[in-house]
Structures are given as C-alpha cells and as structure tokens.
C-alpha cells in the first residue's frame, strides 16, 4: 500500500461525498458532474485493489491481515456501482444523497484499510 | 425494477436502505473475518457480530421488498436491531467481561457492530433503528395501500 495515495484517495471520497450530499440537499438529481465524482471514487478503488497485489511483491507488506484489508477492499469495490444503479433507479435528490452516503462509506472503509496495512493498535 | 415494487423503497426511504445496506455489509464482512480468524478469543461476542450481520441483511431485504409479510418481517427485524444494540451496547459497557471481552474499545480487535451502542459505526447503529421505525410507520401497509 502506498501511504500518500491512500490518503489522497480518502480525501477524494471524502470531497465526492460532501459534493453530492450539498447538491441532493439542494435538490438537484444526479448530474454528470455527481456520477463522474462517484466514477473518480471506483476508478480509485481499482487502482487501490492493483497497488495492493503489487505491493507485498515488492518488499511492502502489510502489518495487519491481508484478508481483513481484502474485505473492505473488495466491499468498497462492490458498494460504488451498486450505489450508482439504485441512484439511478429513480432520479430525484434522494439519489444525489445516496451516492454521497456512498462516497462517504467508501472512505471510511479505505481509512480503515490504511490502518489495517500501516498500522496496528490492537 | 426492485425500486418500484414496494412503497417503501421511495424517496427518503431508499437513502434509509442504502445505510442498512452498507451496516449489513460492515457487519457481515468484519463478522465473518472475526469468525473465520479468532472466533476462539470471544466466541459469544463473535456470534453476536454474526447474528447481527444476518438480522441487518434480513431487515435490508425487507425494506426493499413489498407487502405485508415483509412489513411485519422489517418491524421484527428493526425491532431486534434496537434491542440488540441497547442490550450488548449496555452490557459491552457495564460489564465486557459477560461478552468474553478484555475491553470495551469500540475500534478494537474485537468489538462488534453493537458494542458501545455502535459507538465504532458513528452509533449509526442505534440511530438507524429509531429512523427504520419511524419511516415504517409513516409508510404502513393501512395508509399507503399496495399490491400484495
């Protein structure tokens, strides 16, 4: 894992979530700008999943579990289409508030994965 | 499409789903890791992560389905969701030891979604079912009538 990216990936998430929660607060359906955020967020994640085969190859392992990191990997990896689908299902801003939501929880989940692979407090 | 089946899976609702969702695939997935890699160093409080994470699940599907059947089932569910997150979240708290825990660190190696009343998930799990419940009342089969 490479510790700048995943950082500047949470700070990605974190922004594409607060943007799409300001503009469904403002009752705005979802738009180019909100999708391609939420895209931004799941291309993230794939390169995320391709630095975290390669790193351990090269001399960068994780500190924590490697299965528990692939957990969250692999459910924020699911999570960003799935909410890109059901926002679509029916446009209004509820669908604008569901991909923030999203955003939001993949950021979450990224935080935690930098936590599992860097550091350990338990 | 799922969306247009059920009056409850409308409007503000379906954001509701949506967090039920990603609680279930929180809980399911850190249950399932504890599970498969300890379940021998606290295997009630383990158990309860997975009782918690297939009860979320249930009460997602339910949301998203119509009819009376799963209305009841959703009421169950969000009903049990309440009870367990006030039940282990008081006795993580008083009493850690009952759950076979050294502490009640809300982030530690060890917690579930209920611990510390769901203090580790921004205690979404004790507002959600306060909000499925409310959400459900207002969208009851008697006043908002449908198909099935």
Redesign the interface.
Known sequence: MIEWFTWLQVGVAVLAGLLCLALGFARRPPDDLSMGATLVVEVLLVVQLVVAIVAPAVGNPPTG?L??FY??LV?ALI?AP??GF?AL??R?R??M??LG??CL?VAVMVYRMGQIWVVQ?? | MLANTSSRAVGVGRVLILVYGILALAATGRSVFQIIDRLAEAPLAFSLSGLSAIVYIVATIALLLPGRVWYRIAWLTIGFELLGVLVVGTVSVVSPAALGLTSVNPFGRDSTVWSAYGLGYLLIPLVLPILGMAWLRRRSPAAAPEAG
């Open positions: 579990s299965l528990e957990v969250y459910s999570l799935i909410a059901w299902v029916e209004n509820w669908s508030v569901i939501v999203a929880a407090v338990a």
